[in-house]
């Protein structure tokens, strides 16, 4: 059990059966009236972030959230099917506790996931992936009237944009925190 007082960003606690990360947390004592602790909470179930106060003395069981390898073998429309890099035990997963990380799935990818009693509650893709475009429209040389970008359809089915210089074929680098076109390969 820990205090609302002894909240530090990224420890993990479970309120009312949710599990929350703390994202933020100030203790703050006001000139008049009691101190009282502001946090913002990420609920890790449906990843809404939401501050709220707490009195510091306010306690909470503390989450033990273990880290495990996986990787990615393939779907069937509503669930995602991974192997667990330690014990090779198969895994699956359902489209919406993946969220907009689906977008960005490739065959054989690595992921890591964060399990709590025996339940995966979050999925975490590299920072940064390598991605072939299978569809882009063709630029015409000063033709900027576009605005600089274009859509690009990647070989997972996502649609980014990208600069007017970018072909179909080319291999990009895409942030998948942002899904956004971070440089070309």
Known sequence: MITARQFRSGFVVEM???LYQVLDSRHIKPGKGGAFVRAKLKNLQNGIIAERTFRPEDTFPQAYIETK???YLYNDH???HFMDQSTYEEIQIKKDALGDNVKFLK???EITASVYKDSIVDVALPSFINLKITYTEQWIKGDTAKGGSKP??????AVI???LFINTD???KVNTRTGEYAGRV
């Open 152 to 157: 690009a359809t990647l070989e997972t089915g």
């Open 161 to 163: 944009k990208v600069p």
């Open 78 to 80: 509503s669930t995602y």
């Open 170 to 172: 080319d291999i990009i």
């Open 107 to 109: 065959d054989g990818m």
């Open 16 to 18: 009312g059966n949710q």
């Open 69 to 71: 390898k996986m990787q």
